[in-house]
């Protein structure tokens, strides 16, 4: 459904596709890209891993301040965008295989 996500992986289709338009039932909305960057499910025990799945309130100042940096540590490349505390985030993500599947 959002395998055109992984188009996200070069600059040059960010830089012609810089926003996306997201709709639901109820509402709209259109959304800056800010960072494109693959990641994995890891396992429990890995360390040192942005799990970016794992961030579902970014009420907290703090939390949110954590979550940003390490999606600009994350990116891809520099979009030179930046979001601050209290801005509406959207996070979207699909299947890439960008890597070797454990034990198959």
């Known amino acids: 459904m959002f395998?055109?996500?992984?188009?996200?992986?070069?600059?040059?289709?960010?830089?012609?596709?810089?926003?996306i338009r997201f709709d639901t039932l109820s509402d709209s909305g259109e959304y800056e890209v800010i960072a494109a960057f693959y990641s994995e499910v890891y396992s429990q025990d890995a360390s040192n891993v942005f799990r970016f799945y794992q961030y579902t309130d970014l009420c907290d100042p703090d939390i949110f301040t954590e979550y940003m940096e390490q999606v600009q540590e994350a990116a891809l490349y520099d979009t030179g965008i930046n979001a601050k505390h209290g801005d509406s985030l959207l996070t979207l993500s699909t299947c890439s295989y960008h890597t070797k599947m454990g034990g198959l």
Request: no cysteine.
């Open 3 to 19: 395998a055109t996500l992984l188009a996200y992986a070069d600059r040059d289709f960010w830089g012609q596709h810089p926003s």
